[in-house]
Structures are given as C-alpha cells and as structure tokens.
Nanobody, 118 residues
Framework: QVQLMESGGGLVQPGGSLRLSCAAS????????MGWYRRTPGNQRELVAT???????NYVDSVKGRFTISRDNVKKTAYLQMSSLKPEDTGVYYC????????????WGQGTQVTVSS
C-alpha cells in the first residue's frame, strides 16, 4: 500500500516547462507501476504516461516527444517532465500507482493543477 502526494503544478506560458512530482509513502514502491493521468477542460480523464516496474514507458500520442515520465525508486518518487507545453495541456494531473505483478492495489494522488496560458 502506498500513498501518493503530487506537487509541481502551476501556471506556465505556452512553450514552457514544468516538472510534476509524485512522492510515495509506504512500502514496496519498486513493485508498483506508476502513471500520470489528466483531466482537461475538453476531455474526461485520460492516461498521459506510464512507467512499469522494469522501466518501460508509454505515452499518449499528444504528448510524445514533449513529456517524459521517470521514476526514482530510492526517493520513491515518480516524475512527469513536461516541455513545449500547450494550452490544451491545461488540466488537473493525477498520479496513479498499481501493484505488480498482482494488480490488487491501486492508489491515486489528489491531483495538481497545470495551467498553460499567456
């Protein structure tokens, strides 16, 4: 069981960058797949990026080449580095953790607001 706390959201101009952090407390962080989701004004919550326990990553097409998900198992933190931000990236970003190999546990962060506007 892990608890997630997100940080790093804020207001940024188009073309700018932000790094979101998701700090986990609890045990066995390395046994959780991590993901970032977002709810934007024009969409229901969508998957943005995932990183598996072995480091494999996936991204939604709209952020490929601009966003990078990573994890630090020593710090028990997942990150989402966002660059070349666009207004349509605006939304609430949520961190998610799913236990592996058994998907019996799932945790969510509270969400952090990202606003891309000039």
């Amino acid at each position: 069981q892990v608890q997630l706390m997100e940080s790093g959201g804020g207001l940024v101009q188009p073309g700018g960058s932000l790094r979101l952090s998701c700090a986990a407390s609890g045990s066995n962080f390395g046994s959780y797949a991590m993901g970032w989701y977002r709810r934007t004004p024009g969409n229901q919550r969508e998957l943005v990026a995932t990183i598996e326990t072995d480091g494999r990553t996936n991204y939604v097409d709209s952020v490929k080449g601009r966003f990078t998900i990573s994890r630090d198992n020593v710090k028990k933190t997942a990150y989402l580095q966002m660059s070349s931000l666009k207004p349509e990236d605006t939304g609430v970003y949520y961190c998610n953790a799913v236990s592996r190999p058994l998907s019996t546990r799932e945790s969510w962060g509270q969400g952090t607001q990202v606003t891309v506007s000039s």
